[in-house]
């Protein structure tokens, strides 16, 4: 019998090592795992990659995360989101390196990684200096610059319901990076507001098939 | 000569949008733009965490949490409005399907070069968030934006001095002073503020400026 | 006011001209917009690319328009479903160009084209004769090939139901190709079973945004 | 001795499948793997039109003209599946995302090549479906055909002789004579039918056999 669901933090993170990169979803505060994100502070590990759209706000969820010193390396397109006093310090001490990427290139990056495209070539950024280093070429008489899919050892997501399949559907703009990262990690770890049973969610209307998915954590 | 003031800035942008339109609202005084939609048009807005179809800010009572954004500030959802993932609507953004991209920028170009997310003199991180890929993909990209700096620096350019966000994409700008186009050969007045002459506005601009034979007044209401 | 609802078979395929390719929805028959594929037959265009995923059944839909001669063209993945008599008479008689696709590359050169990528790296078929005369190149040691985007100037597609934005929703599998040629045509007409008022569809459950869809046209 | 019928060699296959794996079950003899999944196993059945959780045929009366698998049959959908689009579904399989392909052949290299789509002589037009992305993608592809070919040909090759599907990708191969592992050192025997030696069947494979120490009788149920 398949049953993702898993009961507590340890058993959702089980595996996590050092140098691990997790996708984190949400867009701002909305659609954030929260719950998730701060348990990967009390484990022992170091070195991580984080990606995730902005740095987190206040002292909470990924920035509480950026802040206990164990993101060796941010991946995002726009660190400073609403109180953005923990990057603010980071980025004034050079205490964290950051990648910045246009925002629809780390969303596709994550789809080819999902997908297994090997890499893609896109107009966004390419006559800008984030494209300084990378291959360019001009198709259709237009410049494009080449982008390399982007994996997640974990991705730590955010949804409303679940079934023990994993199945996942999500409120309004709280959807946002979710399912996308959901599809490119290695493990996706989800924190739910609700378990459903197996069969509840509308077939036509489930956003994240749980074949994407391999925990399930009930969190506040 | 009054300049105008942020609202009817917005205001002016507003009355572009045309009948059916899907548009792209940045952060910031194009958030504004919202408020000022002429009636009788549906026009679509586009929010790039995932909703089609975004409505202005909640009534008391209605807020929810998980409805914001691009800013990040509450939203609704208008009857047609959907939900997508951030994938999906970035496929919106970069593959051509949004009419009207309006942001706000630093500088502009006389070719359309977009320079909007980052200074030379960076204390703080920067952050480039959907403008390049709004810059690449959006059929339109129309620039709101305060004619000078707050130093009183000119933002309307020969060339651009700031890091790029896209080159040749802007097509239209509007500032507190006026309305230009970025045309083949160009910029272009299409509109000025009462009191405001073209040799006046050049001084005020780097880029050269042609006065367009049919230029109006540019005389928003009250805001 | 956003009014997509067109009033009959001119209205929907109005623009239509020779030389256009024309994104066929469908897998086998189910989701197939046999009514809007038929209708192309009473036009006079000539020289269409037809992509579909198959070559049509019998003399319906989109084997009657590949009879009528009017394609040039076919790019597909698999060309024999069931009653294939159409396509094994024109290739008997070499009277059509097939280009043969896999599967998975014609959708995601279509999903190219919806989304301003212009080209990717794709293991799939890279170290097969469909490769021959395509750029390869070996991504983290294993061979990828360079294929292009597959734009159409027609998507003609079929949805259950739609509102006057041109929100789509469809039936089970019939969902198929849809939303992806939906995404991919420059102008996409949508055969559906039902109108319904603006607002009707679940904004959490509408699969194909309205921004994709240019006519919608009830057709049984 | 007696070969196996094609439904022993699906229910042979459908064994090797285990609690929770996501299977895409090619057209033809490999749709017969879904008659046969082992009681008390959860196998969730991909099919690459757009639907995860597929059931077997309907019961007269529930047949839904637009729920069909991806060899055009009429389907069903068990509770916790769900449908979805061609790119998402051919996202999962090109992506990694599905355990185990079993498809039929025409033939099987030592190395584990895959021919499945063209033969030399093509009176009709060929077709490759989606057998490239499972080549490509699926973490396992496992093979479902006869042992030899009507003509007597031999399938299981050192070199495959007709276009290939992929390089290196199969790791199994059920026939009705046999299970073979396709190892890094060549072709295995797993299992083979009663009444036959490795002997006997080398004379029957093009590929090199090696034995394996714990080989066992390949012995299905009537069927």
Known sequence: MINKIVDGFAAALAGMKDGDTLLCGGFGAVGEAFALIEAVIALDVRDLTVVCNNAGSGLVGVAALLKSGKARKLICSYPRSSDPQVIDDLYARRAIEIELVPQGTLSERMRAAAGGIGGFFTRAGADTQLADGKERREIDGKLHVFEKPLHGDFALIKAHRADRWGNLVYRKSARNFNPLMAMAGKTTVAQVDE?????????????TPGIFVDRVLVAP | ?????????????????????????????????????????????????????MGGAPRPGEEDRDLINAGKGLATLLPGGAFFHHNDSFLMIRGG???????????????????????????????????????????????????????????????????????????????????????????????????????????????????????????????
Chains 1, 3 share one sequence.
């Open chain 2, 1 to 53: 000569m009054t300049p105008l003031t942020r609202r009817q800035m917005a205001w002016r942008a507003a009355q572009d949008l045309r009948d059916g339109q899907y548009v792209n609202l940045g952060i910031g005084m194009p958030t504004l733009v919202s408020d000022y939609l002429p009636p009788g048009r549906e026009i679509v807005l586009h929010s790039e965490n995932g909703i089609l179809g």
């Open chain 1, 195 to 207: 378990i459903v049973e197996l069969g509840a969610l509308d077939p036509e209307a489930i956003v």
């Open chain 2, 97 to 223: 399907h949004i009419d009207v991209s309006i942001m706000g920028a630093y500088e502009v170009s006389a070719s359309g070069d977009l320079a909007n997310w980052a200074t030379n003199v960076e204390t703080l991180a920067p952050g480039v968030g959907g403008a390049m890929d709004l810059a690449a993909g959006a059929i339109e990209v129309r620039v709101l934006m305060e004619h000078n700096g707050k130093d009183g620096s000119k933002r309307i350019r020969q060339a651009c001095t700031l890091p790029l966000t896209g080159k040749s994409c802007v097509t239209r700008v509007y500032t507190n002073l006026a309305v230009l186009d970025i045309a083949r050969d160009g910029v272009v007045v299409r509109e000025m503020i009462e009191g405001l002459d073209v040799e006046a506005l050049q001084k005020l601009t780097d880029a050269k400026l042609a006065l367009a034979n049919d230029w109006k007044k540019l005389t928003p209401p009250a805001l």
